[in-house]
Structure formats: C-alpha cells, structure tokens
C-alpha cells in the first residue's frame, strides 16, 4: 500500500494527534477526480502555501487567463478543497482559500480501477513535480549569511535493507517525531519564522540483478 500525504496529512495506518483546526479527509474517488488536474493542483498548492488569492493574483503567478483559473478555481470549491473567503472581497473579485484540512490517500483504491486509474496517474505525476519545485526553488534561493544558511537538509540512504514491517514502523516514528516538533498552531510565530515544507518519502526498490 502507498498513502500519499497532503497538507500535513497522516497516513491511515499512523494517524498523527488529533488536530480540531485541521480534520481528516480521506479522497474518494469523486474527490480525487476532481482535484488530478495539474493547474488545479498548482493552484490549491499556492492557496495551502501563500494563503487565499484571487483569481486574477493567480492566474499572473501562474501564468494563465483569468477566465480559466476562475473555471478551475470553482470545481476545487466544488469538491471541497477551497471556500470563498467569508468578508473579504467584492461581487466583481472574490477571494479563496485553501480548505484547513488533513488530506489523505491510499493508492490502492484506485490504482486498478480502470474509471479512476488515469486521475490517479495525473494525481502522482503533479505531485512528484510540486515535490522536486520545492526542492529546486530552496536551492535556487539565496540564503547565504543568514540563519537560515545550512539548517535545511536534503539526504538520501540507499544502504538499509528491511521487512514491510520494518518500513511501516520507520515511517510512522518518522511521522511522529514531525508531531512532536509541530508548533502550537494557536501560538504566534517567533518573529524569524518562516514557513518550512517538511517532505518525507519512504519506500522500497525491487532488486534488479545484472545479467
């Protein structure tokens, strides 16, 4: 089983502590069609990241017509991952924001069903580019001199060898050690904070023997 994490989210098998700001939502099906679209996904990450925008905020960051980030931005509101941010705004330009929430999804459900196999790949496809973004963007950014220089870390161990149980047990104490380090998300942030992406992947490679 793969369970892909969003938003903080926690696997299945492992969930985090509960967190009353921010539920759990499991993607159905219906859900997961509706958000595997890669500007629709670009856009729930730049409102999950940078806060509610509007229409026409995003479509100059992202490069696109206003008319069809509008388009897109009502199907995420559709299925429930963003909300019309209440008081803010005019009829002419409405503001949106990012749905505060722990999404979930296991691979599983969908990988072999021929009527969600296709958003499924659109789905892990978008997410392995918004992962390497991520990574490319802090590398490309300037942090020299300041205290943020050298405290981020990018690692890679290819030497473990493990059981499926091993695996699972790793990636949960993982998880949890994230939940213990969280900041009280009622407490204001010191004034040198910064948001910090956190990017956990864990998983095994098939051994392929040379001939």
């Excluded at 696109?64 to 963003?82: C, P």
């Excluded at 002419?92 to 979930?104: D, F, N, S």
């Amino acid at each position: 089983m793969l369970s892909v994490m969003a938003d903080e989210s926690a696997r299945p098998s492992h969930p985090s502590a509960p967190d009353p700001e921010k539920p759990v939502r499991h993607i159905d099906a219906r859900s997961l069609r509706g958000l595997a679209h890669p500007l629709r996904m670009r856009m729930l990450e730049l409102l999950n990241l940078d806060g509610p925008a509007t229409s026409t905020g995003l479509a100059e960051r992202l490069g696109e017509n206003t008319g069809t980030v509008s388009w897109h931005l009502r199907q995420l509101a559709e299925h429930g991952f963003i909300e019309e941010v209440v008081g803010r705004g005019t009829k002419r330009e409405r503001w949106w924001q990012a749905v505060k929430e722990r999404r979930t999804l296991d691979t599983t459900e969908f990988r072999y069903d021929p009527d969600t196999r296709g958003a499924l790949s659109v789905y892990m496809h978008e997410l392995i580019q918004q992962t390497f973004s991520r990574v490319a963007n802090y590398l490309a950014d300037d942090w020299q001199g300041g205290p943020w220089q050298g405290v981020g870390t990018l690692s890679d161990r290819t030497d473990l060898r493990m059981t499926p149980a091993q695996l699972d047990a790793l990636s949960a104490e993982l998880l949890a050690v994230i939940d213990r380090h969280a900041p009280d998300p009622d407490a204001e942030p010191g004034e040198d904070a910064l948001p910090v992406i956190i990017q956990l992947q864990s998983f095994p490679r098939r051994e392929r023997g040379g001939a």
